[in-house]
């Protein structure tokens, strides 16, 4: 059995009108199929709810953003269900760590025909996060770019990955960096005044920032980026780098690795799952390896 849910408000609207030529697909492919149209994380967290109930091993196809992934892991975990996505959002990290086609009708062709990957889940202060955790500056970017009506004008221009750029350089000049401990596998650090601390189960966030290229969502450890002591200047000049991996050699930049990570910082911090607010310091995040089944691209025999 197959449920497409569908976020009617996924990247500003665009999320309806990918639902249409996938479910044209569908029927011209007679292949069989339920569907829900959904306008709130509700309304689909309802529909996702009843229909896993219903049909214990069904593969949830999410038509939506990271956001909306977000809210219905809790739902899946642990269960024979499938997650499936076509990316519909702003920043689509997902789609990026998985390596999962963009574009509408190929990412459909790797739900019905990919494979099914074991992949690991990030539990932080009782909630599930699927790519990657941000505390500091990055969260605060995301916080104001979800508040922003510019977003939606981005999303309509088809650049909505460049609203968290647009949300950095406007965060740039208000946020207070603070000392923190970062807590890995029981090994504290300190670091003065930091200005971010991102742990990720993937590469990506923030609209596409490789900010741990090593990162992998199979390997039962978590990446840790951790921006510490350096000007307002100098983070901006970081940015350009990051896109080429070199901010790991920057002096002010730390990488770090383990199975547990926490966060305790000097200055109460929010923290932001898959671009959601889910939490706030202290932070304690926990690898969960084989939380989550996902359909990807049939890989090379």
Same mark, same amino acid.
């Given at each position: 059995?197959?449920?497409?849910?569908?976020?009617?408000?996924?990247?500003?609207?665009?999320?309806?009108?990918?639902?249409?030529?996938?479910?044209? $697909?569908?029927?011209?492919?007679?292949?069989?199929?339920?569907?829900?149209?959904?306008?709130?994380?509700?309304?689909?967290?309802?529909?996702?709810?009843?229909?896993?109930? %219903?049909?214990?091993?069904?593969?949830?196809?999410?038509?939506?953003? /990271?956001?909306?992934?977000?809210?219905?892991?809790?739902?899946?975990?642990?269960?024979?269900?499938?997650?499936?996505?076509?990316?519909?959002?702003?920043?689509?990290?997902? =789609?990026?760590?998985?390596?999962?086609?963009? /574009?509408?009708?190929?990412?459909?062709?790797?739900?019905?025909?990919?494979?099914?990957?074991?992949?690991?889940?990030?539990?932080?202060?009782?909630?599930?996060?699927?790519?990657?955790?941000?505390?500091?500056?990055?969260?605060?970017?995301?916080?104001?770019?979800?508040?922003?009506?510019?977003?939606?004008?981005?999303?309509?221009?088809?650049?909505?990955?460049?609203?968290?750029?647009?949300?950095?350089?406007?965060?740039?000049?208000?946020?207070?960096?603070?000392?923190?401990?970062?807590?890995?596998?029981?090994? =504290?650090?300190?670091?003065?005044?930091?200005?971010?601390?991102?742990?990720?189960?993937?590469?990506?966030?923030?609209?596409?920032?490789?900010? $741990?290229?090593?990162?992998?969502?199979?390997?039962?450890?978590?990446?840790?980026?951790?921006?510490?002591?350096?000007?307002?200047?100098?983070?901006?000049?970081?940015?350009?780098?990051?896109?080429?991996?070199?901010?790991?050699?920057?002096?002010?930049?730390?990488?770090?690795?383990?199975?547990?990570?926490?966060?305790?910082?000097?200055?109460?911090?929010?923290?932001?799952?898959?671009?959601?607010?889910?939490?706030?310091?202290?932070?304690?995040? =926990?690898?969960?390896?084989?939380?989550?089944?996902?359909?990807?691209?049939? %890989?090379?025999?």
């Amino acid at each position: 059995m197959m449920l497409f849910v569908v976020n009617r408000n996924a990247g500003n609207g665009r999320g309806i009108g990918i639902w249409r030529s996938v479910e044209d $697909c569908l029927r011209r492919f007679d292949i069989p199929y339920d569907s829900s149209l959904t306008r709130t994380s509700e309304e689909a967290e309802e529909a996702v709810r009843n229909y896993v109930e %219903r049909n214990p091993g069904a593969l949830i196809v999410v038509i939506g953003g /990271d956001g909306t992934i977000h809210r219905l892991l809790p739902l899946l975990v642990g269960t024979e269900a499938t997650l499936g996505i076509i990316p519909a959002g702003s920043g689509n990290d997902t =789609a990026r760590g998985f390596s999962l086609p963009r /574009d509408p009708l190929e990412a459909l062709h790797t739900i019905l025909h990919g494979e099914r990957s074991i992949v690991d889940l990030i539990y932080a202060n009782g909630q599930w996060t699927l790519t990657a955790l941000a505390t500091g500056f990055d969260a605060d970017v995301a916080q104001y770019v979800n508040a922003s009506p510019y977003k939606r004008w981005f999303n309509r221009l088809g650049i909505g990955s460049l609203a968290y750029v647009y949300g950095m350089l406007r965060t740039l000049f208000r946020f207070r960096p603070a000392d923190a401990d970062i807590i890995v596998d029981g090994a =504290a650090r300190s670091f003065k005044d930091v200005w971010l601390a991102a742990i990720t189960n993937v590469p990506y966030y923030g609209g596409g920032i490789p900010i $741990c290229p090593d990162a992998e969502a199979g390997d039962g450890l978590l990446d840790v980026c951790v921006v510490h002591g350096c000007t307002r200047w100098e983070l901006l000049r970081l940015f350009p780098t990051v896109y080429s991996g070199r901010h790991r050699t920057l002096p002010y930049v730390t990488m770090l690795r383990g199975r547990q990570i926490g966060v305790r910082s000097a200055v109460r911090r929010w923290t932001y799952g898959d671009g959601e607010r889910v939490s706030a310091t202290p932070l304690h995040a =926990a690898a969960a390896p084989g939380k989550l089944q996902l359909m990807i691209p049939q %890989r090379s025999r």
